[in-house]
């Protein structure tokens, strides 16, 4: 049963995100691409808080919290290579890819997204 999970969520998740640049595209011809990018973080913010709050948030903070055999310690040089990694793939990314989305097709963008 674990296995078949395994697959349905890999299924699911080239699906939507397959599926992510048209709808982008789509949303392009009403919002800035700054917007897009907000709204998409702000909704998976809201999930993520509507998850916290299930009856199901002990099942999935379990899988979350196991731990490996390894355990490392964090520096200040990861901290500031985490944060300029959040930067530039959560800011910076989404925020050229719907700018040049815009000015080109779906299937470009999706294409040399892939």
Avoid: C
């Amino acid at each position: 049963m674990r296995r078949l999970w395994g697959y349905l969520s890999i299924i699911t998740a080239t699906v939507f995100f397959g599926m992510s640049a048209t709808l982008d595209k789509i949303m392009l011809s009403e919002m800035h691409p700054i917007t897009i990018g907000a709204y998409t973080y702000l909704i998976a913010g809201i999930f993520l808080f509507m998850v916290r709050q299930s009856p199901l948030k002990e099942n999935i903070l379990d899988v979350l919290n196991r731990t490996g055999g390894i355990e490392s310690r964090i520096t200040g040089r990861d901290y500031l290579l985490l944060l300029l990694t959040a930067l530039l793939s959560t800011v910076i990314a989404p925020v050229l890819f719907l700018t040049g989305l815009g000015e080109t097709t779906a299937v470009n963008a999706s294409l040399l997204k892939h």
